[in-house]
Nanobody
């Protein structure tokens, strides 16, 4: 069974950086898309970035130029390096996995993903 566990969130001042990690276990797929999503109370969960097992990446416009998604397939780990953080980046961040190419479905829509982690909170103060 696939399990995803996020870590690395916390409080940070505007302009600062955080690196989120997602430890994955039980992955038997040879081709999959792993994504980072975020959600604030009362709002829909939104896609931030995604990476295919081959290494190709996609980003939401809000993340381009500030966030970098990466992975370590050997360690089944997913990362999100977040620089230049803004108060509007405050949210619960989740990782998710779907056994498809990231371009084969709307990667930014959470309903397409099969497995989710429990989330890690990021709070950016001004």
């Amino acid at each position: 069974q696939v399990q995803l566990v996020e870590s690395g969130g916390g409080p940070v001042q505007a302009g600062g950086s955080l690196r989120l990690s997602c430890a994955a276990s039980g992955i038997t797929y040879t081709s999959y898309c792993m994504g980072w999503f975020r959600q604030t109370p009362g709002k829909e969960r939104e896609g931030v970035a995604a990476i295919h097992s081959s290494g190709s990446t996609v980003y939401d416009d809000s993340a381009k130029g500030r966030f970098t998604i990466s992975h370590d397939n050997a360690k089944s780990a997913l990362f999100l390096q977040m620089n230049g953080l803004k108060p509007e980046d405050t949210a619960m961040y989740y990782c998710a996995i779907q056994p498809q190419l990231c371009t084969a479905f709307p990667w930014y829509l959470p309903n397409w993903y099969s497995y989710w982690g429990q989330g890690t909170q990021v709070t950016v103060s001004s």
